[in-house]
Nanobody
């Protein structure tokens, strides 16, 4: 079993920055990768970025350059640095313990965190 706990969300003005954390516990040795997703009200959940244990990354094209994913394997934590935030970045951000296969990211259907709210005011 894997447990994921997100933190770092909050209210920020447009143009500001936030760093989200996803802390994993349980059978962490079995985790191949962690992905960040977001879901805004009335919209489908979308992939923000994902990173493998070895450091392979995958970003949503629209967010490249503003968001950066990184990981601390020793701490079993993955970070999402979000810069130049916009009101349309407002959403609940969740992390997922999935896997990369041949460079393609596959989310787990069951290992999700509870999410952290990010609100960007204009």
């Amino acid at each position: 079993q894997v447990q994921l706990v997100e933190s770092g969300g909050g209210l920020v003005q447009a143009g500001g920055s936030l760093r989200l954390s996803c802390a994993a516990s349980g059978t962490t040795f079995a985790i191949n990768g962690i992905g960040w997703y977001r879901q805004a009200p009335g919209k489908q959940r979308e992939l923000v970025a994902a990173i493998s244990r070895a450091g392979t990354t995958n970003y949503a094209d629209s967010l490249k350059g503003r968001f950066t994913i990184s990981r601390d394997n020793a701490e079993n934590t993955v970070y999402l640095q979000m810069n130049s935030l916009k009101p349309e970045d407002t959403a609940v951000y969740h992390c997922n313990a999935g896997a990369f296969f041949s460079g393609t990211w596959y989310p787990s259907p069951i290992y999700w965190g509870q999410g952290t709210q990010v609100t960007v005011s204009s």
